[in-house]
């Protein structure tokens, strides 16, 4: 079999199981078996896999088909231009992501020389590690539950050189932070689970089934962790640091009532699509 029958048996079998993105996710398999990338599969299109390569191949597309997510099967996903690590231990980061860490970047960038930032429910690290890759001062704390995740985490600081000025702990919300930090932190990202409860039977197969309901699962109405969470996060940052909260659509005027007036100043953020995304919300002076 060549590389030009290898795609076409790939694309037509996850076309016949459903996958939205079937002309990719061939792809993306067959660049994970060969080494080769996506314009050098079609280059060397008259290229023949070994018989173990096909093997590989068929077994990658086989749990495609079967609903796993493409970025489980190659191991990597790429995220604000940097290649992370990721296992079924962490969330797979989200393009919708990138809003917050733009957001946190156009902020931390004013903050004077070595800022200081949290992010809270970090899984992969995808959005500590980008802060610290982007902004070369920034020291940042990022917090996890799940000491599986954190691993997967430390592993991103090391390969993106940031393991110096991002520290890892594991606990509940902001618990595991000093208390001498109280006031002095200038911006907390929070992609915290935001799904209600209720809404998790009714995602897609490659979302329910394979991600860690942990990393889900935001109770009754999807704001419980953020019920939480504000209140801590108000008395760590400092006079008008930024607390950044990623929502799903229809989530904002819930989020925004959390936030008493008379102690934040609130916006809300679409993403590309135009839902409901990001709330953004600056600590008032007291
Ligand atoms: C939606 S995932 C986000 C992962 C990553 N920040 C990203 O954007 O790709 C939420 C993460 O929050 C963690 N988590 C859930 N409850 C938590 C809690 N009470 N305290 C700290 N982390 C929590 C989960 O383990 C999971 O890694």
Redesign the pocket.
Known sequence: MNLRQALTMGRELLKLHNSPSYALDAQILLSKVTGLDRTALLLKEDMILTEEQQRQYKSLLERRAWGEPVAYLTGTKE?MGLEFLVTPA?????PD?EL?VETALTFLQTEGEHPLAV??????????ISLAHYVPGLQVYA????AA?LEIAQKNATLHRVDQRVKFLQ???L?PISPDLQGQVSAI??????IPSGEIAGLMPDVKDYE?H???DGGCDGLD?YR?LIPQAYGLLKTGGLLLM?IGPGQGEGAQRLLPTAQWQTEVKLDLAGRERLVIAQKRRA
Request: net charge negative; no cysteine.
């Open positions: 995220f962490v969330l797979i980061p989200r992501t917050m992010d809270v429910g970090t899984g992969s690290g995808a959005i500590a917090i996890d539950l799940s995740a606990g509940n919300l618990q990202t929070a992609n915290l689970p935001y860690p942990l990393a889900l962790l939480l990623e």
